[in-house]
């Protein structure tokens, strides 16, 4: 007996819609043959109307965390300076790549219950006249913030320094301008709001990256954007290497549909179903994860529960009846949980959801009071 497919509400992957299964259930294409050059020129060209840039976006072969890393090594040199916003998970993973590589990194925003602020980065800036970049998480899964990206790359321009931003869990479901916003870096990943499946990631470079990236001299082989610039910059275009095929018609068909939704309804989408699921939180007397954040993420909410109520209980609560949810990262593993409603997650879906939360949360308080 077939068993039955759960619906995916967490922060990643998410669900593939079945028109894009389908894409990339298409007999092999060669990857440098015309008819696939083609199918990367509409994903490239359609990335660029979503990142709101005129510069040619990269692929990039690997995860999402493939390319913050990349970004590093194509952009620094041993010894300079970097400040990184370290509210969440991946915040803070960004700081432990550039580390890595000899990168001096100022941290700021450390607190996971606090939106990144660009006063404090301003303050850091001034004290620290060295840092060349800032590195900021647009949506940290593991709280569900949504830090403002916009007023940070003010703060950095005005400072002529680079915006390096994650946009992992953001983009395609939260509104984004990469040119208007002077934002120089910015990192995204196939299977999130873009709707397809892990392991391609896509990187946008402003003209101010790319002159940095003409000096740095980290050592980069697989990951130099410039390879990828220059093999996308062809009449036809092509990557570095053996292309994940299928990855490619995969994207290429989900922002197809995504033109068709339009680029502004989803992101009211996204807002809608957040809404009701935070309202259905505050019904429940329950709480957000980090009540501190003064703005959330659309695309992922993280709930703290009661005292005594166990957040594994409810997650199985909610796995029994066909829904996926993630745990609390690090920190909030015992007293949270989280659930992912970016990309193809419908207002049906969270309805769904909802329902089985009920049932679970009444569920484990019956137990526990027995």
């Given amino acids: 007996m077939e068993e039955a497919v759960p619906l995916l509400m967490t922060p990643g992957p998410t669900r593939v819609p079945e028109r894009v299964l389908r894409a990339g259930a298409r007999p092999m294409i060669h990857h440098r043959t015309a008819a696939f050059s083609a199918e990367l020129d509409v994903a490239l060209t359609l990335l660029g109307e979503l990142f709101g840039t005129r510069e040619r976006v990269l692929p990039v072969h690997t995860t999402g965390r493939g390319a913050m890393e990349a970004a590093i090594c194509n952009l620094f040199s041993p010894g300079d300076a970097i400040a990184v916003a370290c509210n969440g998970k991946f915040g803070e993973m960004w700081a432990g790549f550039a580390e890595s590589y000899g990168v001096v990194v100022h941290r700021f925003a450390t607190d996971w219950n606090r939106n990144a602020d660009a006063a404090e980065l ?152 957040a809404g009701r699921l935070r309202q259905v939180v505050a019904e429940r007397s329950l709480a957000m994860q980090c009540p501190g954040l003064d703005s959330l993420a659309p695309t992922v909410t993280a709930i703290a529960l009661p005292a005594g109520v166990s957040p594994r209980a409810v997650r199985d609560g909610l796995k029994a009846r066909g829904i996926l949810t993630a745990a609390g990262l690090d ?40």
């Avoid at 402003?206 to 980069?220: D, F, H, K, V």
């Avoid at 068909?253 to 989408?269: K, V």
């Avoid at 015992?334 to 679970?360: C, K, N």
Wanted: charged share 25%; proline share 4%; aromatic share 6%.
């Fill in 122 to 273: 301003a303050a850091l800036l001034a004290r620290h006249p060295d840092i060349g970049a800032v590195a900021v998480a647009y949506c940290d899964t593991s709280t569900g913030v949504r830090n403002d990206v916009a007023s940070i790359a003010r703060v950095a321009a005005d400072r002529g320094i680079l915006t390096m931003v994650d946009a992992v869990s953001a983009l395609g479901g939260m509104p984004f301008s990469f040119d208007a916003w002077e934002i120089d870096v910015a990192v995204t990943a196939s299977q999130k709001c873009l709707m397809a499946s892990p392991g391609l990631a896509f990187v946008a470079m402003s003209a101010g990256a790319w002159r940095r990236a003409e000096r740095a001299t980290l050592p980069r082989n697989y990951w130099d954007f410039r390879a990828i610039r220059d093999a996308i910059s062809r009449a036809k275009p092509e990557t570095p290497g053996t292309t994940p095929v299928h990855l490619v018609l995969q994207v290429a068909e989900s922002l197809r549909m995504m033109r068709e939704e339009g680029f502004d309804a989803i992101t009211r989408r996204h807002e809608a179903i």
């Fill in 331 to 370: 920190r909030f593993e015992a007293t949270a949980f989280r659930i992912g409603h970016m990309g193809d997650i419908r207002m049906s879906d969270m309805e769904r959801t909802i329902g089985a939360l009920h049932i679970a949360l009444d569920g484990v308080r019956a137990a526990s009071a027995r």
